[in-house]
């Protein structure tokens, strides 16, 4: 597939070095072997190796065009602490929809589509503490959705298991802990002791009622970047 290269950097303020890196987790969606990997129960599942899984997959929804309006996409993969990573993959997005504001005349919306990295399962995740993209209405600031293939690409640092759970909010992993997975009564954060478990993934969330198509996820990891900012400090690498 030919695509006009768009070369994007968001989330963190960072720089690629010319280093070599590695590539931890990449996925496109034209392997026929890989359609046996995609369940939706293996997003809950903790420990379970795995290369993607659709969230709130429908039943109608076939391997190589999937209805994608209030759907993510999850790839699980490994990751190492105190270590900066690049996520880039293509989208192609439909810029807007017809939505109503509070009186029920009709609107023009931009179209959002998320992305981060997270840790923990879910019901009991936490997006690392940099975002990748939150709610943009296109692949950088300045650069809208239009319609056809874009390239998208973000940097994130992952840092320590206690940074991340200290940033855990009081009320996440308050529901049950599933009895299949070995639950009897406790909360997911009574059957963790409060810490995230050692799950990672990249996620994509596509909310809005138009169609989304993702394809060539890659996630490298050993890029260089210059600082990473989150709270409000800034750390240098």
Known sequence: MRKNYLLILAGLLGAA????QTVVASLDFEDESQKGKFATEYAATPGLSFFGDYVNYKDTDEWDERQTWDRGFKLSFPMKVETPYRVSFWAKVDPS???????????????????WLSKGMEYYD????????????????????????QHV??????????????????WQGGDPYPVRFGG??????????GKLPEIYFFIANMFCPVTYYLDD????????????TYSDEIIKV
């Open 17 to 20: 070095s010319l280093q070599a």
């Open 97 to 115: 929809y017809q939505g109503a504001d509070a009186q029920g005349s009709r609107t023009l919306e931009s179209t959002e589509l998320t992305s």
């Open 184 to 193: 009897n009564g406790e909360s997911y954060k009574e059957h963790f002791d």
């Open 126 to 149: 936490k997006s690392i503490l940099s975002y990748g993209m939150d709610h943009k209405n296109g692949p950088r600031d300045g650069v809208l959705f239009n319609g056809e293939w």
């Open 153 to 170: 690409s973000y940097v994130v640092y992952n840092p320590t298991a206690e940074a991340m759970d200290a940033t855990i909010p009081s």
């Open 217 to 228: 996820i890659v996630i490298e990891e050993g890029v260089t970047v210059r600082e990473v």
